[in-house]
């Protein structure tokens, strides 16, 4: 076996890389202090507790045209998820911001997906986070997939998950140890469909592996699971807010939070998947059968205008990078 030396290490790594790794644009990393645009060298120390405990916490946005969209309402969630998991915060809310905004200047495109990570640290290769110096913080920019709904303008497949939701704190933190997330895009990979749900031991749909899932009854009234099983969706708390104005207009009668089983979900008269990479995308089959005769849905895609309307033009929840 070769044993390499630092620069022809670096050499090897170059030439591992492959077509994903051209699509990143930028990383800060707090181990260095500082920003790297070379693909080969974003990395995270391998006695990061990250790697292996899956002992860290994370976020995902989007930055549009140089705007951050709902950067706040992504930091208030990290900062829960911190607190929920007991992590040393690395920086403040500010601190976050300003390495945010710099991360994504340097990475020369107004168009990018940004990831945030804070890990509990480096250390020894134990379970105790009691091993690690110091939180480390990582951003990462990268390029941003169109839409589900531009890539898929039919809508979105649904099936039932044969994995459990996440309990207590674990769902509604935003962590790292995502294996159980992965299984349930694994399985609708597999069996496909665009998207599986779990459902709790007792009948409820708690939501996707990295989505929330809402409903529209034959009432009108647009329902979403209730928010103590589940990550709280920022684009489904969005969604929520800009809705109140379909009330004001009739198309709806109510917006809430309820427990749900999956016959709410067949019957219903619209159902739609919502999250940061797929906005509100509108449901034409929800296990096997048609919702809304197998067509997307009128009013998810009127959420689904809203929202990008917002995530577009509302100046109060997006910031100015450049
Ligand atoms: C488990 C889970 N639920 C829901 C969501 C949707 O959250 P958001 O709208 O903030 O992207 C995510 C996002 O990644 C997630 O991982």
Redesign the pocket.
Known sequence: MRIFSKGEFLVELEKSMGNFQSNYYAMYSSVVGGIIKEPTCMMVPVDDHIVHRGDGIFE?FNCFDGKIFNLER?LA?LMNSGRLLEYNMPFTNEEMKDIITETVVAGEHKDCTVRLYVSRGQGSFGVSPYDCTKSNFYVVVTKRKPWFMIRHPEGASVAISKFPPKSDIFAAS?NCNYIA?VMMKKEAVDSGVDFVVSVSEDGFVA??????IGLITQNKRLLFPKIDG??A????LRVMELAKTLVVNGELTEIAFAKLETKDFECAKEVMM????LNVTSVYQFCGKDVNNGQAGKLANKLNNMIIQDICGNEKLTTNCF
Do not use: D, F, P, S
Not at 274 to 277: K, N, P, R
């Open positions: 995902a992504h969630r935003k997330n939501e996707g592996a990295t989505e929330n589940v990550l969706g920022t684009t489904m919502v999250g940061t990479t």
